[in-house]
């Protein structure tokens, strides 16, 4: 079992459920290479190249960046932090499946064996689903299933309610309807501006998600290892 309750984010927020994970922490030259899709400020890839550069033991290595938006500041966040980078716009391409397909490439020749959503702003099509089944991962800043969609904390705000959250889930071919694999609490306080509590919650993403990813990397290693292949092979 992973144990997110050993982040604190500031003591602000309790956890709700989390992930089965096992086995001991991977070297850095074990790491499970991922990539992550972006398209806004970056501050959820900058947590995980945080963990990557400072922590020798988290399992993941961040391998590639892919945006839809060429311009974004997380483009220049991996950049500056010498990761690959995959930008397009998906108007450059004749459709969606083309542009996936184009992802696809670059992923296959990184040798990425997970993908982790960080402010990816597209719904994932059938091209990515099927290459990485169970693959793909979404950060929500809701305790799903409530408050879907890209409005979430101000929806949270308007309904009045005392506590919201933060999800982690599989990606599936629904907005924001995959299966839960870690949920964290964030508490909201009366009269608190819609300001206050995105900071609150960036707060516990910033923990939350490099928690999550890692473990999962960790599983994703250990399901190719036993299957005697490796990411490329996809």
């Known amino acids: 079992m992973m144990r997110i309750d050993a982040w604190t984010a500031g003591g602000v927020s309790s956890p709700v459920r989390s992930p089965d994970a096992a086995g001991a922490s991977a070297g850095p030259d074990e790491r499970c290479p991922i990539a992550v899709f972006a398209s806004g400020t970056g501050s959820n890839l900058e947590a995980m190249l945080r963990q990557q550069h400072h922590n020798p033991l988290w399992p993941a290595r961040v391998v590639l960046v892919v945006?839809?938006?060429?311009?974004?500041?997380?483009?220049d966040?991996?950049?500056?932090?010498?990761?690959?980078?995959?930008?397009?716009?998906?108007?450059?391409?004749?459709?969606?499946?083309?542009?996936?397909?184009?992802?696809?490439?670059?992923?296959?020749?990184h040798g990425v064996a997970g993908i982790a959503l960080a402010g990816y702003m597209r719904i994932v099509g059938p091209t990515?689903?099927?290459?990485?089944?169970?693959?793909?991962?979404?950060?929500?800043?809701?305790?799903?299933?409530?408050?879907?969609?890209?409005?979430?904390?101000?929806?949270?705000?308007?309904?009045?309610?005392?506590?919201?959250?933060?999800?982690?889930h599989y990606v599936d071919e629904g907005i924001?309807?995959?299966?839960?694999?870690?949920?964290?609490?964030?508490?909201?306080?009366?009269?608190m501006t819609e300001e206050a509590l995105l900071a609150r919650v960036h707060q516990v993403e910033h923990a939350l998600y490099p928690a999550v990813v890692g473990e999962l990397a960790r599983m994703w290693s250990a399901e190719d290892r036993a299957r005697g292949s490796g990411a490329g092979s996809r």
């Open 67 to 75: 945006s839809d938006k060429p311009g974004c500041r997380a483009c």
């Open 128 to 168: 990515l689903l099927s290459a990485y089944p169970r693959r793909i991962v979404n950060l929500h800043p809701s305790l799903l299933p409530a408050f879907l969609g890209r409005q979430a904390v101000r929806d949270a705000l308007a309904a009045g309610v005392r506590e919201t959250g933060v999800t982690v």
């Open 77 to 109: 966040v991996a950049r500056r932090a010498g990761v690959p980078v995959f930008a397009e716009r998906v108007s450059a391409y004749p459709d969606k499946a083309a542009f996936e397909a184009a992802v696809l490439a670059q992923l296959r020749a």
């Open 176 to 191: 924001d309807t995959g299966p839960i694999i870690a949920q964290w609490r964030v508490p909201v306080d009366e009269g």
